[in-house]
């Protein structure tokens, strides 16, 4: 398979510290994305990198690809309880270009 | 712009019987899929169309059926339905589904098969 898999599955953290996630995958990919679910909702798209980016800023967020390694991380800056949410990453299937989704990290950000 | 929506957001079914979930965007995208999300498996492709009048089988397509009559529809049908069913159901649609696009999903369905 060559869905992306998420390191740590749950991680609980104080608001303002750093949060970062982690994620693998097996394929080579020219893209990877991040996206957060909060409970109860759909995902809503974060950022992405391609795979000639070594690291990508939006806001708080920070993510970087190792394309030698297979892995990228997603850093949360500064939380805030409000970033409670569910993390995922994605990567494009080799065979259809459609978007395979890891199983997420659950971010909790006591306040 | 309403995005992608989706209906009914909470439904119970008797296994055996069928529904339909519906989905709509206004977005004017090409592409649109259905995913299931279950616990520890994070989201599974259905079905997926590539545009009006073609749909095609994503990882997990048993026990579900797809058109695509219009851009904005993608109905998903569960012809009759089964306890390993029961999940959380989104829609989701982007430009043209291809490498690179963003997906944008809609709030979801759950659902339960008893």
């Known amino acids: 398979s060559q869905q992306g898999e998420e390191d740590p599955q749950a991680l609980s953290i104080q608001e303002g510290e750093n949060a970062t996630m982690n994620c693998s995958y097996k394929?080579?990919?020219?893209?990877l994305q991040w996206y957060r679910q909060n409970s109860g909702r759909g995902l809503v798209h974060l950022i992405l990198i391609r795979s000639n980016e070594r690291e990508k800023h939006s806001g708080r967020l920070r993510v970087t690809l190792d394309t030698s390694k297979k892995s990228s991380s997603l850093l949360i800056t500064a939380s805030r309880a409000a970033d409670t949410a569910s993390y995922f990453c994605?990567?494009?299937?080799?065979?259809?270009?459609?978007?395979?989704f890891g199983q997420g990290t659950t971010l909790q950000v006591k306040p | 712009n309403a995005g992608v929506t989706q209906t009914p957001k909470f439904q119970v079914l008797k296994t055996g019987q069928s529904m339909t979930l519906q989905c709509a965007q206004d977005?004017?995208?090409?592409?649109m899929s259905w995913y299931r999300q279950d616990p520890g498996m994070g989201l599974r492709l259905i079905h997926y169309s590539v545009g009006a009048g073609i749909t095609d089988q994503g990882e997990v397509p048993n026990g579900y059926n797809v058109s695509r009559s219009t851009t904005e529809d993608f109905p998903l049908r569960l012809l009759s339905a089964a306890p390993s069913q029961t999940s959380v159901y989104f829609c989701?649609?982007?430009?043209?589904?291809?490498?690179?696009?963003?997906?944008?999903f809609g709030e979801g369905s759950w659902l339960t098969v008893v």
């Open positions: 994605a990567v494009p299937s080799s065979n259809t270009g459609k978007l395979i």
């Open positions: 989701a649609s982007s430009p043209r589904g291809g490498y690179g696009d963003t997906i944008y």
């Open positions: 394929t080579s990919i020219n893209n």
């Open positions: 977005m004017n995208h090409e592409y």
